[in-house]
């Protein structure tokens, strides 16, 4: 009897194979072709076994004729190669950063997660109030109906801009300069955003100094399934709205891409207050091999809007839609490229840079007394403009390992940074029209004007590391090296002048200053979770915020700077409580404490003329504290009724803050409460839905907030200063979705209520900024 024993599936020899006759108690082995042999058997039928490790034993009849018999085995692996398998998941909606995620380390943070998806709100308009509805405590500026430009602070932080944020897309910088003027003037449109991750002032060891943290807008990544898909975009509203938004995304072998254009445009709600705006953005990647990804980002935005102008406490009670300013413009125009490169060397440790770079410039025009009821009186109008020409790299590495059965995660990484900021002011056309250049004055009779050049260098290094104590405690600290180099080169001509608008005085400036600092930041955060539904966090990182050169020469009718202002320095503190992998009741409940030092703010003040002004500079020393808190409930779940069809939850999201000034050397301001905190910042709604059709109803209520630090509560002629009122404002919003198609529909301020967020020092005030009354949007959508 001879034979072979082969393997399956694929027929290889086994070589060393021990093949045994059962009968006659006789053993033989394979050669390295897999074959055997028995000779001088009798005829008569024999039990073949064949046995060999990591393969199943075979047992085999075999019968012998008094004839040479030849036998072919197959064995097959203990092992099991499976098929393909597709995994699907549906991730719980969890609201917040997972502890290790996108290159960042996130555990022990007080952290938020936007999906505007999962939202039912109009997304057309950027409605902040909306989208940020489940982040607690935020202090949303909404003078802009459209959404042109995102104006978001909380726990006592200006929301102009959402300068006190670090503001990134897809993890790179999107600020007009990071350290010299951290301004944004662009805001990437919901409709392309997948998500919106906020991380509270404990950010600042990974992505910056910033009181507030991070805000990142992680934009629709290319579909995986598709060589091409087409989303398509219609809306109309009120006061002659208009949004057009169109992207294409597919995936065509190892190239993927996701683009998309909108343009946008409006008459405004008030007076003098239309605009038009064009945003393009195209992601590429590449897949380099199965371990490397290359890829590029392009972001063009584009926008000139009228400005309506502010309004007195008096103007704004008689007539909140009125607006005596026709001549104010203003244009903003970005630019950003970034490259992004990761590579994974195996599952435990990745490497990531991003290099970015910016090219932008906003201008504004137009007549701006400090008597904001002044009529225009067709002179020759203030021209600002600002060109920003900045570039950096983050590189970011992560580690996983384990000491002993214990695992960690390490984060290390490093930040160059170059910032340029040309500034300059002068006069502008006398005109109506949009002119945005200079007419020369050499006389000086009525010129505010200034020509600055502000250059700025940062080199930052980090590091975290989650150090996991056992399966449910984790210590995560960190630390983060920073210098800073800030310079101030040019030069500057004042005119002073009294309340009826006359020539009292000129003053002239020549600067040239250089400010270096460098400076260790540290902080440690605690995870503990006593269950797996339950997350409590606890963090403390301190924060640093550096003067911005150019806010300290912009020259303001209504304002003044101290030119001997300081670095802000403090800490912030989160202790919570939070659910994990739920979705019948979703909550997240925490207390914090923010400390300044030198706090940057304003106070009323006087010239030598008795012109009231609103003085810009350090206050003095302020803390805030506070709870937060999100509740959601599911009614389906939590009554556990079966149905597939029905959905609904109501929702509350809750803060209560108290701050004070504990030392200042201004009168009027220790003990005073701390500006631009509201002590109750509620938004609650109903949320629900059948099949397809689904509805929310959100109120939004502020209590009364301070805008300066002495809590005037009349803004005089100016309109600069005082009380921000408190509002309440409902708003409603519908969607059905049926095949390629889906229509939303919303109303914004349903209740109509008059009312405003912001006193504004200069652009686009002076003065009151009144925010919409009642507004209607209908947008169709085709998606194939």
């Known amino acids: 009897m001879s034979g072979t024993v082969l393997s399956l599936p694929d027929s290889s020899a086994i070589k060393n194979c021990n093949v045994y006759l059962n009968e006659k108690s006789i053993f033989a082995s394979t050669d390295s072709l897999g ?66 995620e996108n290159m960042g380390i996130y555990e022990g943070k007080k952290s938020e997660v936007i999906v505007p998806d999962k939202l039912t709100v109009n997304l057309a308009t950027n409605n902040a109030r ?17 959404g042109l430009q995102l104006s978001i602070g909380g726990r006592g932080l200006d929301p102009n801009r959402t300068s006190n944020f670090n503001v990134r897309q897809n993890g790179y910088d999107i600020s007009a300069d990071a350290l010299g003027y951290p301004e944004s003037y662009y805001t990437p449109t919901v409709e392309a955003i997948e998500k919106i991750q906020i991380v509270r002032g404990a950010a600042s060891l990974q992505y910056g100094t910033q009181f507030g943290g991070l805000v990142n807008f992680v934009l629709r990544k290319p579909v995986e399934d598709k060589k091409i898909q087409l989303v398509a975009r219609q809306s109309v509203g009120s006061y002659g709205f208009y949004n057009a938004f169109t992207s294409l995304s597919g995936t065509v072998g190892k190239v993927s891409y996701y683009s998309y254009f909108q343009y946008k445009r409006a008459d405004g709600w008030r007076p003098n207050s239309g605009f038009d705006a064009y945003n393009f953005y195209t992601n590429l990647n590449y897949k380099l091999s199965p371990k490397s990804t290359i890829g590029l980002d392009i972001t063009l935005m584009d926008y000139l809007a009228q400005q309506a102008g502010g309004l007195n406490d008096a103007m704004f009670n008689k007539d909140p839609r009125q607006s005596n300013r026709a001549r104010n413009w203003f244009k903003v125009n970005w630019n950003l490229a970034a490259i992004h490169f990761t590579h994974k060397f195996s599952v435990s440790s990745e490497f990531n840079i991003r290099m970015f770079g910016l090219s932008a410039s906003r201008y504004s025009l137009g007549f701006r007394p400090i008597r904001v009821e002044s009529p225009d009186d067709n002179s020759k109008r203030d021209l600002i403009k600002g060109e920003f020409n900045n570039w950096g790299a983050e590189a970011r590495f992560l580690k996983r390992y384990t000491i002993g059965p214990k695992n960690m995660v390490l984060l290390v990484g490093g930040r160059f940074y170059h910032g340029l900021n040309h500034s300059t002011q002068g006069l502008g056309s006398a005109g109506k029209d949009v002119d945005f250049n200079y007419i020369p004055d050499y006389q000086y009779k009525s010129l505010n004007s200034s020509d600055y050049l502000f250059p700025n260098n940062n080199v930052a290094l980090f590091a975290e590391n989650i150090i996991y104590l056992s399966d449910k405690f ?14 101030s080169d040019g030069t500057a001509i004042t005119l002073v002048t009294n309340n009826a608008g006359v020539v009292r005085d000129t003053i002239s400036v020549i600067e040239n200053r250089v400010k270096n600092r460098q400076f260790i930041l540290g902080g440690i955060g605690f995870g503990y979770r006593p269950t797996s539904r339950i997350n409590i ?39 919570g409580i939070r659910s994990e992998q739920t979705n019948a009741i979703i909550y997240d409940l925490s207390l914090f404490y923010v400390k300044y030092a030198n706090r940057i703010g304003e106070a009323p003040a006087s010239d030598k003329y008795d012109n009231t002004l609103r003085k810009r500079g350090n206050i003095g020393e302020a803390f805030m504290t506070g709870v937060e808190s999100y509740l959601e409930g599911d009614f389906f779940k939590l009554t556990k009724l079966k149905t597939e069809n029905w959905n609904g939850s109501a929702f509350v999201n809750l803060a209560v803050i108290h701050s004070r000034y504990l030392k200042s050397e201004l009168k009027r301001v220790k003990g005073s409460q701390v500006e631009f905190v509201p002590k109750v910042n509620l938004k609650t709604g109903l949320r629900a839905g059948y ?31 005082g009380i921000i009122p408190a509002y309440t404002i409902m708003d409603f919003s519908l969607s059905y979705e049926y095949k390629i198609f889906k229509l939303e529909g919303s109303v914004n301020n349903l209740a109509n209520q008059m009312y405003f967020t912001r006193r504004a020092t200069g652009y686009p005030g002076p003065g009151i900024l009144p925010s919409d009354g009642r507004g209607y949007y209908l947008t169709l959508q085709v998606k194939i």
């Open 35 to 100: 074959r055997f042999e028995f000779k001088d058997l009798p005829a008569g039928q024999y039990t073949l076994v064949t046995s060999f490790l990591e393969y199943h034993t075979t047992y085999q009849k075999v019968s012998i004729n008094k004839a040479d018999t030849y036998v072919r085995v197959c064995m097959k692996s203990v092992y099991s190669v499976l098929d393909e398998v597709i995994v699907k998941h549906t991730p719980v909606d969890e609201g917040h950063l997972r502890a290790v």
């Open 130 to 146: 909306q989208i940020y509805s489940r982040v607690a405590g935020l202090n949303i500026y909404e003078n802009d109906g459209a």
């Open 537 to 575: 966090y606890a963090n403390i990182s301190q924060n640093y915020r550096s003067i911005t050169f150019n806010d300290m020469q912009i020259i303001n009718p209504s304002s003044v700077i101290d030119p001997n202002m300081k670095d802000e320095r403090g800490y912030s503190a989160d202790l």
């Open 474 to 487: 984790s210590i995560t600290p960190g630390i983060r090296y920073e210098y800073i180099n800030t310079t």
């Open 691 to 721: 099949k397809n059709l689904k509805a929310s109803f959100q109120v939004t209520h502020l209590s009364d907030q301070f805008t300066d630090a002495t809590n005037e509560k009349d803004g005089g002629a100016s309109g600069v200063i």
